[in-house]
């Protein structure tokens, strides 16, 4: 069955670390998108990506970047990780710009 | 940055009640979604909704896509212990969702 995983589920750093997040679907849906989600705040889309090449900034961009090499990956990287980015990440993906988003299981990413 | 007004936040109910949220927004929408998030999971899409007025049902669930396109409601009957988590709304125009703050539902048997 096609899907979208995450990996890690789980991952603890320390700040000023480097940390890549990874997100890979099997639906071949064009848009893919990052979110985080806290207490008070909601999801917050961070990046997202229409295709192979392309990646557009979102509400949270900084301190985050994403690259899209392929269709099924768009892997999150903080470079150099900091305590505010402290969270449960998501990606999430769709076929097209106006279709229903599926979501992944989720990361939850602590920095110390 | 923009949110989505949900309300209520959180709701204690009895297995076998119905229940109620809504969502509204200052901004108008053309498509309205709405999710469930169990504990530790990614939110799982429920219900959409792309036409003003429409009125959409998936079991027990009911949703509504408001006349003025600046809100939504989300109706569930004859709750079970399983409806147990948090529901979002999200409102979407053309490529960017807009999630709501979150309702947090509680079933006691």
């Known amino acids: 069955d096609a899907e979208i995983t995450q990996s890690p589920r789980h991952k603890i750093t320390e700040t000023g670390r480097q940390v890549t997040l990874a997100c890979h679907q099997t639906?071949?849906?064009?848009?893919m998108f990052w979110y985080r989600q806290d207490l008070g705040h909601g999801l917050r889309l961070i990046h997202y990506?229409?295709?192979?090449?392309?990646?557009n900034k979102g509400e949270v961009s900084d301190g985050y970047s994403v690259s899209r090499s392929n269709t099924e990956d768009l892997p999150l990287t903080l470079e150099s990780a900091a305590s505010s980015q402290t969270s449960v990440y998501f990606c999430a993906s769709s076929i097209g710009p106006s279709n229903e988003q599926f979501f992944g299981p989720g990361t939850r990413l602590t920095v110390l | 940055g923009q949110q989505l007004n949900q309300s209520p936040q959180s709701m204690f109910i009895q297995e076998g009640e119905d229940v109620s949220m809504n969502c509204t927004s200052s901004s108008i929408f053309n498509t309205w979604l709405w999710y469930k998030q169990d504990p530790g999971e990614g939110p799982v899409l429920l219900i959409a909704?792309?036409?003003?007025?429409e009125l959409t049902s998936n079991g027990r669930l009911t949703a509504q896509f408001g006349i003025t396109r600046k809100d939504s409601f989300l109706n569930i009957s004859a709750s079970i212990p399983s409806d147990v988590g948090i529901y979002f709304c999200a409102g979407q125009n053309t490529d960017k969702l807009i999630f709501g703050t979150g309702t947090r539902l509680q079933v006691f048997p």
């Open positions: 639906w071949n849906h064009n848009n």
């Open positions: 909704l792309y036409k003003a007025g």
């Open positions: 990506s229409y295709g192979v090449q392309d990646t």
